[in-house]
Structure formats: structure tokens, C-alpha cells
């Protein structure tokens, strides 16, 4: 049976949005270790990527721009944008200490290489010298009576600030050097750092094995300690649109690293996880299609029921705003819904489908021109 539906807008997901997190989309919610993560690597590593010098130029004036300036990852250090000029050589001040340039969170020289270069997931604008001096130390947590080197905006010091320590990144150098970056970014680099070595693992491990395992224990603190804000989930989506619709999805829901690399878990996260938290389906994955994904104009949603009767549409964009909830019959066997997608923004969607029970089923799609 096909049924047609004229929609101004569709999707639909459970959402939830408490504080301190900015969003949360369940990925994969019931698979866990090696299982996890494979699944994680054929759904979302991307096989599209700018070329190097674009994908730094689109980061710059497209994803982390704000009112024309850039503002370094580590220090919290900002630089005007000259409009009309090479974005990245506009802050890049010919490589002076208080230029900006591109920070790789996974560190080129032991694994970011080929498409992992370009990827705009674990990139970033830093200040020269604070990238610099970061090197291919792993980041970790540094005693203030150890840290060599504090960073904050322009300045740099030796010994620890009487205030305002929070806002400071730490250094410290030699063999056992590590980096400790600013509290109000470390989730976010926890994130990217999941992210890259989930999706390269292979490329990371063989040049050197052991760096991620140096990082684990402190970056699992970091993701629960600084959850999503907003700024990130809109990078995430903002970047996807360069790199073939891929997310990184440890944006997406903040329980992938407890059960992919950390098994542990923080209170806040798992009331995210009981409020977003759907009546099982009887219907399978592999029962629901969305064609094309990604699509446009006219997409075809089909699903493979048990049962008749009146089943729910609904669409909700990643920032957990319902725009449409439609109704419709469904027989017993294979349904195909016909979805005017037309006056849809390009971006990413969930499409759901619920049953007259309450079970539900959803994907998500890529609206793109």
C-alpha cells in the first residue's frame, strides 16, 4: 500500500535537553565494546573530506567564525578576520606567536595523515605558540605544582595564577610531557579525541600504540565533567555538511563513551538516557528504509509492519524542535510512504515512525539540495 504524504516539514526522534547538555540523539543504544564500535565506523566515518587548504579556510570563515573573529581553543585568545582577505592567512600573522592556525587534536605525526588530516572533527584554530608548544604531548591532567607553563589569551607563565585558574591551559615538556587544556573545553577535546581514534584506529596505532591509552582515563573524565553545549552541537551538524552528512557521534549521545571505551557512566547522562528513552520496537531496523538518504525533494519512508491501524509521523530537527506530527493508516506487510520534503532547509532530521502502542522506530536523514 502507498501512502502519500504532503508534509511541510517531518522527522521525529526522542530528544531531551537538560542542563548541561545540549542535545541527545541515541546511537546504537542497546551494543557496547568492539560490537559498538565497529558499528560506529561503518555508520559514521566519513568517506568525504575537503581537501586540506579548503577544509582550514571552510573551518575558519564557516564553522567556528564568530562576528569575523576566531578564538584559540587553548588560551581563549581572539583575532579579527580581515573580510575579503585568505581567512587563514589573515590570522596567521606570518607565523608570530599570536597568530592563529589549524590544531590537530590528534597530532599529525602519529596517525592524522591522509584523510584524517582534513578531517574538520578534531580541528581547530589555536594560537601559534600554544599549538606549537602542545606539540604531540597527549593531554592529561597536570598538578599546578608540576605545570611548567600556563596559557591564557596572549600570555604565558611560569608560575600559577592567584585567580582564575580555570581559564588557563598547562603545559608541562620533557619526556613525560603532557597537556592539559582550559575546563571549558576538555569535553569538547575528550569528543574529538574518541572521535579520531575510533574512525583511524588503525593509522593512530601503528605510530604508536600506546599514546590514546596514555589519554583514556583522563579523557573520560572530561567528556562527563564538561558535557555538550550548544556551540558544539551546532559545529557537529555545521561540519557534516562538508563531510557527506557524517557526525561525529559522541556529540550525539553522551552514553557511546562509557559503553565503547570508558564503563563508566555520570549521573546527568543517565537521566538523559531515561528521559529520551523509547518503549522498545517489535519492529526491526532493517523493517524501516528512508530513500534516497541522503535526499531532497521527494523521499520514500518504508516500513514492514505486523499489525494495521493508525500510525505517527513526526519530525523534530537536532535541536530537539518538533515541526510536524502526521497521522495515517498502515496495513499488515510492507507500507511505502510517499514525503514531499520540498519545503524543507537543508540539515539533518530523525524520522520516526510509532505505532498506536507507543513503540517507535527512527533514522536519520540528510536534507540536502
Known sequence: MKNILFVYLLVCCSYTFLKGQSGHVNVFPDQTG????????????????????????????????????LECIYTGMKLYMQPGQDPTESVYLNGLPNGINTEHMWPQGLGASGMAQSDMHHLYPSRSKANSDRGNFPFGEIADSQTQTWYLRTTERSSPPSTERDLYSEGIR??????????????????????????????????????????????????????????????????????????????????????????NIDQACEAILLS??????????????????????????????ESRGLFTIRVKDLLGSEVLSARYDFVFGQNIAEVDMSEIVNGHYIISVCDERGKVIFKPFLRVE
Open 276 to 305: 529520551s528513552a523509547e518503549i522498545p520496537s517489535e519492529m526491526l531496523a532493517s523493517d524501516f528504509r528512508i530513500y534516497p538518504n541522503p535526499g531532497n525533494s521527494m523521499v520514500y519512508i518504508q516500513l514492514n509492519t
Open 34 to 69: 568492539q560490537t559498538l564500535l565497529n558499528a560506529l565506523v561503518t555508520e559514521y566515518k566519513t568517506g568525504t573530506v575537503l581537501d586540506y587548504s579548503i577544509a582550514r579556510d571552510t573551518l575558519f570563515s564557516k564553522i567556528d567564525a564568530v562576528s569575523d573573529s
Open 174 to 263: 620533557g619526556v613525560n610531557g603532557k597537556f592539559e587544556p582550559r575546563e571549558s573545553v576538555k569535553g569538547n577535546i575528550a569528543r574529538s579525541m574518541f572521535y579520531f581514534y575510533t574512525m583511524y584506529k588503525p593509522q593512530a596505532d601503528a605510530e604508536d600504540p600506546a599514546y590514546f591509552n596514555k589519554m583514556k582515563t583522563d579523557l573520560c573524565t572530561w567528556h562527563y565533567q564538561d558535557p555538550v553545549d550548544k556551540v558544539e552541537w551546532e559545529r557537529n551538524q555545521k561540519i557534516a555538511t562538508y563531510q557527506g552528512g557524517k557526525l561525529n557521534p559522541f556529540v550525539l549521545d553522551c552514553s557511546l563513551v562509557s559503553r565503547a571505551y570508558c564503563n
